[in-house]
């Protein structure tokens, strides 16, 4: 049997620890716009992923920016679907996954927290810990993840060090250990100081930022001889540098890696300023590879039998393939191209013909993979989000939540010739988790109710039908704010709601209630007391 001659590889073999042990996989998490894509693609430009930099908002001759792919991302400058980058970096490989910070689109946020090791967390200099920061903060925090932060956007007016460092700590109550000191900020923006080494480096300003910055360094001595240190300047540097050391902040790892402490970094994305030192200390202490709860308890990267879970689906990622992808978080055992394994949700056997390594939209064919890494898989309507494939077929992960919809309309066709393309494309997005979809019981025409997260959310199905399969169109919005589950009745329950309960059913026909007020749903429970109404999602 296939995993007998397995279990000698992944457990004694010293070459699959090895690359087990060099992967580092993590997502790039924060508040809208403090600078992930930015950093993202910083870190891709220092990891030689990328030989030029590309900007968020591309201006006519420049770049975008390798993460944001989608078309309605670069119209609008915003991280709608997170995307998945592997690249290499001294001697390590590193998975890295770019997330989108608004708030409607944070469901697809929070699957991909789910299959990764370490977060990095970015804040933007002059804002300090927003809303969107302290609730992914808590996500990490629950699954136990360590968080580096990368203090970003200090060429612009930014708030006291200081202050910034003491925020982290009150609001989200974990211990800040500033690995290095930023020297002023805004046009007065110097550089930072290293704590363990008490190096300077010194920011320069590049011309359009597109290659890695030459890096100068002097000793903090000789800083204190530059015009602008003058005046006592220096010397409040120094104070704060030796209150740091006073105040017990430093670096501990084994405190970062149970999730009490953060490393903090200063720097500018944008002026590449910073992202090396951040890059490096950051792949000698992120975790590598850990185990994953399952219905079997934990696996561990290191167990012989391959096993991996699908926590994201997207389509039409590169428009010479028009097809949808499944992404594969490997969680153990050694990947190889063209191995079988069990779809363990449908008991089928899985062929993996053509695993992908996906940089992005673009992808290439690979022969391996290990724990840690996220192989796309090309998907047939096979996979969902959330399920198990492993070499054994009794092998479930933890399912990935779901979250509930507080916003419907419904979704009209205005092209009737087009009616194949709008079906394939619906039921594509909602395979994607992108929107959920329910039918009226009542409704003549079978036209779908979308019930979303966010209302961003609406006007991303219109974009991408219409951009992806040529269908216009159009959103008629209900009042209803809540949805729950029907049970307890077979078929839809008689009473007088007079339109302001609408009865419908998902896509495996079950009864859903959609209300506008809670007051509605106890008035629905009063009416039929043999109903029940449970969660929907
Ligand atoms: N001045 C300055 N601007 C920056 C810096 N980093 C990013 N920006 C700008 O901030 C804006 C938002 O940057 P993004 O990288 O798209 O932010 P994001 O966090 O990915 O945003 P979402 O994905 O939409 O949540 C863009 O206009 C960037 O050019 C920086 O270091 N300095
Ligand atoms: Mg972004």
């Not at 903060?137 to 932060?149: A, D």
Request: hydrophobic letters at 40%; one cysteine or more.
């Amino acid at each position: 049997m296939e995993s007998v001659s397995q279990e000698g590889q992944g457990v004694r073999n010293p070459a699959i620890r090895k690359e087990i042990e060099r992967r580092r996989t993590f997502a790039i998490i924060s508040h809208p716009d403090a600078g992930k894509t930015t950093l993202t693609e910083k870190l891709l430009l220092y990891g030689n992923a990328i030989a030029l930099a590309g900007n968020v908002r591309a201006r006519r001759n420049s770049r975008n920016t390798t993460s944001d792919w989608m078309a309605m991302e670069r119209e609008r400058g915003i991280t709608i679907t997170s995307t998945v980058l592997q690249f290499p970096y001294a001697d390590r490989v590193l998975n890295l996954l770019d997330t989108p910070g608004h708030q409607d689109f944070s469901e697809d946020t929070y699957r991909t927290l789910a299959a990764v090791e370490s977060a990095v967390m970015v804040l933007d200099a002059a804002k300090g810990v927003e809303p969107q920061t302290r609730r992914l903060f808590e996500v990490c925090s629950k699954r136990g993840i360590p968080i580096f932060t990368f203090i970003n956007k200090m060429d612009r007016p930014a708030r006291n060090p200081l202050a910034l460092v003491d925020e982290i700590e009150k609001v989200l109550g974990m211990q800040a250990a500033p690995m290095n000191w930023p020297l002023g900020d805004g046009p007065d923006f110097h550089g930072v100081v290293e704590r363990r080494s008490r190096e300077v480096f010194l920011y320069e300003r590049t011309i359009r930022n597109e290659r890695q910055s030459p890096e100068r360094r002097i000793g903090l001595a000789e800083l204190r001889q530059q015009a602008d240190w003058a005046n006592g300047r220096f010397d409040r540097l120094k104070e704060n540098l030796d209150l740091l050391d006073a105040l017990d902040m430093d670096f501990e790892p084994k405190r970062v890696a149970a999730g009490k402490q953060t490393p903090v970094f200063f720097g500018s994305a944008l002026n590449n300023f910073g992202v090396r030192l951040f890059l490096d200390a950051f792949v000698e202490n992120a975790p590598a590879p850990q185990p994953y709860a399952s219905n079997a308890g934990p696996v561990a990267p290191s167990h012989p039998e391959f096993s991996g879970f699908i926590f994201k689906i997207q389509a039409n990622m590169d428009p010479k393939h028009r097809d949808s992808v499944a992404f594969l978080r490997i969680v153990s055992g050694r990947f190889e191209r063209g191995m079988t394994a069990v779809h363990c949700q449908s008991g089928r056997a899985a062929r993996l013909q053509r695993p992908y390594r996906m940089f992005a939209n673009e992808r290439e064919v690979i022969e391996e993979a290990f724990p840690g890494d996220v192989v796309g898989l090309p998907n047939n309507g096979a996979y969902a989000i959330g399920d198990t494939i492993s070499s054994r077929s009794e092998l479930r992960f933890e399912p990935i939540p779901r979250f509930q919809p507080e916003y419907f309309a419904l979704l009209g066709n205005q092209d009737i010739s087009k009616q194949k393309h709008f079906n394939k494309g619906l039921r594509q997005l909602e395979t994607e988790g992108a929107v959920q979809v329910l039918y009226d019981v009542d409704a003549l025409r079978r036209e779908p109710i979308l019930a979303v997260v966010g209302q961003l959310q609406f006007d991303v199905v219109q974009a991408r039908l219409e951009n992806e399969y040529g269908v216009e169109t159009t959103l008629g919005r209900f009042p209803f704010t809540m949805a729950r589950y029907l049970t307890g009745e077979n078929g839809k329950p008689p009473g007088a709601w007079q339109g302001r309960i609408l009865i419908a059913h998902d896509s495996e026909e079950r009864l859903v209630a959609l209300f506008a007020a809670e007051s509605h749903a106890k008035f629905l429970l009063q009416q039929n007391p043999e109903i029940r109404l449970e969660p929907f999602a």
